[in-house]
């Protein structure tokens, strides 16, 4: 199952939004690193991947809103009710057969919701920072 929603859905966004990253490092950088020595292990450790963090920032925040929200992948690919997530639970509460309670379908959404706002409060100054670092030109 996870496996399914990271291919399909996570996947390619990832890698389109931390190529436009990893082509916004100068190319120099890497040029005098390898003239001091460095591996290209160590480039990538030590210089790339601290200068696209807001990136990757970005991407797991993004990641991760995409996973929690996610209802097609899920309902489609997860037949046991015990397996599914609060998504499938919440649409399957509003279309029962007995009727719509909507304070409970409104109080199962806020519960549902909290675990995302909470990530995007953590991680709000990477998350901008990633999304506004290849705004500015120059």
Excluded: C
Aim: proline share 4%; charged share 10%; aromatic share 10%.
């Amino acid at each position: 199952m996870v496996a399914v929603i990271l291919a399909a859905r996570i996947a390619p966004q990832t890698v389109w939004f931390i190529q436009n990253f990893v082509d916004a490092v100068p190319r120099d950088i890497d040029e005098a690193a390898l003239l001091d020595g460095a591996s290209h292990r160590q480039i990538l450790l030590l210089l790339v991947l601290p200068l696209i963090r807001p990136g990757i920032a970005a991407v797991a925040v993004i990641g991760a809103i995409t996973t929690w929200n996610d209802y097609i992948t899920v309902a489609v690919f997860a037949p046991d009710s015990v397996k599914r997530t609060l998504q499938v639970a919440l649409v399957n509460q509003v279309f029962d057969s007995v009727g719509i309670s909507w304070s409970f379908t409104m109080a199962f959404a806020l519960v549902s919701s909290l675990p995302v706002i909470v990530l995007f409060v953590l991680v709000q100054k990477w998350f901008i920072a990633g999304l506004t670092a290849g705004a500015v030109k120059g």
